[in-house]
Protein backbone atom coordinates (compact mmCIF):
# COMPACT_ATOMS: atom_id res chain seq x y z
CA UNK A 1 0.00 0.00 0.00
CA UNK A 2 1.35 2.93 -1.37
CA UNK A 3 0.47 6.66 0.69
CA UNK A 4 1.81 9.72 0.48
CA UNK A 5 0.81 13.31 1.20
CA UNK A 6 2.08 16.28 -1.34
CA UNK A 7 1.72 19.69 -0.32
CA UNK A 8 2.72 23.37 -2.14
CA UNK A 9 3.32 26.24 0.16
CA UNK A 10 3.15 29.99 -1.27
CA UNK A 11 3.49 33.22 0.72
CA UNK A 12 -0.98 33.05 1.34
CA UNK A 13 -1.76 29.73 1.37
CA UNK A 14 -1.01 25.76 2.12
CA UNK A 15 -2.20 23.34 -0.39
CA UNK A 16 -2.08 19.54 0.88
CA UNK A 17 -2.82 16.49 -1.49
CA UNK A 18 -3.36 12.93 0.55
CA UNK A 19 -3.25 9.93 -2.09
CA UNK A 20 -5.11 7.07 -0.40
CA UNK A 21 -2.70 4.30 -2.10
CA UNK A 22 -4.14 1.16 -3.85
CA UNK A 23 -6.89 0.86 -0.93
CA UNK A 24 -8.64 3.81 -2.72
CA UNK A 25 -9.88 5.52 0.35
CA UNK A 26 -8.41 6.85 3.84
CA UNK A 27 -9.19 4.85 7.29
CA UNK A 28 -11.47 5.78 9.30
CA UNK A 29 -10.05 7.00 12.32
CA UNK A 30 -6.26 6.80 11.54
CA UNK A 31 -4.23 6.11 14.62
CA UNK A 32 -0.68 7.91 13.78
CA UNK A 33 0.94 9.51 10.69
CA UNK A 34 4.82 9.61 9.71
CA UNK A 35 5.87 13.19 7.70
CA UNK A 36 9.05 13.56 6.03
CA UNK A 37 10.10 16.81 5.22
CA UNK A 38 11.62 17.65 1.72
CA UNK A 39 12.51 20.81 0.26
CA UNK A 40 14.22 21.85 -3.22
CA UNK A 41 17.03 24.47 -3.09
CA UNK A 42 16.06 26.90 -6.09
CA UNK A 43 19.26 27.83 -6.33
CA UNK A 44 20.73 24.12 -7.70
CA UNK A 45 17.10 22.14 -7.74
CA UNK A 46 18.42 19.72 -5.29
CA UNK A 47 16.60 17.63 -3.27
CA UNK A 48 16.86 17.54 1.01
CA UNK A 49 15.03 15.35 2.96
CA UNK A 50 15.24 16.86 6.47
CA UNK A 51 16.31 14.46 9.09
CA UNK A 52 16.72 15.39 13.16
CA UNK A 53 19.75 14.06 14.72
CA UNK A 54 20.95 12.81 18.01
CA UNK A 55 23.80 15.14 19.20
CA UNK A 56 24.51 12.57 21.90
CA UNK A 57 28.01 11.60 21.99
CA UNK A 58 28.46 8.76 20.30
CA UNK A 59 24.77 8.09 18.79
CA UNK A 60 24.27 8.26 14.94
CA UNK A 61 20.81 7.81 14.83
CA UNK A 62 18.23 10.37 13.29
CA UNK A 63 14.42 10.70 12.98
CA UNK A 64 12.10 11.94 10.31
CA UNK A 65 10.25 13.68 13.18
CA UNK A 66 11.63 15.89 16.18
CA UNK A 67 9.13 13.71 18.63
CA UNK A 68 10.41 10.85 17.86
CA UNK A 69 14.13 12.44 18.26
CA UNK A 70 12.60 13.61 21.50
CA UNK A 71 11.24 9.76 22.61
CA UNK A 72 14.71 8.57 21.62
CA UNK A 73 16.77 11.29 23.63
CA UNK A 74 14.72 9.60 26.75
CA UNK A 75 16.56 6.45 26.28
CA UNK A 76 19.94 8.78 26.80
CA UNK A 77 18.62 10.31 29.80
CA UNK A 78 17.77 7.09 31.49
CA UNK A 79 13.76 7.80 31.14
CA UNK A 80 12.55 5.28 28.58
CA UNK A 81 13.85 2.03 28.44
CA UNK A 82 14.00 -0.52 25.67
CA UNK A 83 13.56 -4.23 26.29
CA UNK A 84 14.15 -6.75 24.09
CA UNK A 85 11.89 -10.13 24.48
CA UNK A 86 12.92 -13.08 23.36
Known amino acids: M ?3 IHH ?9 HINPGNS ?3 PENPSHATIT ?8 NK ?3 KRYRCEYDGCSRTYSTVGNLR ?3 KT ?3 LY ?3 RIE
Open 47 to 49: KEI
Open 71 to 73: THM
Open 76 to 78: HKG
Open 24 to 26: GSM
Open 8 to 16: TISSDEIYM
Open 2 to 4: FRY
Open 37 to 44: IEATDPAT
Open 81 to 83: IMY
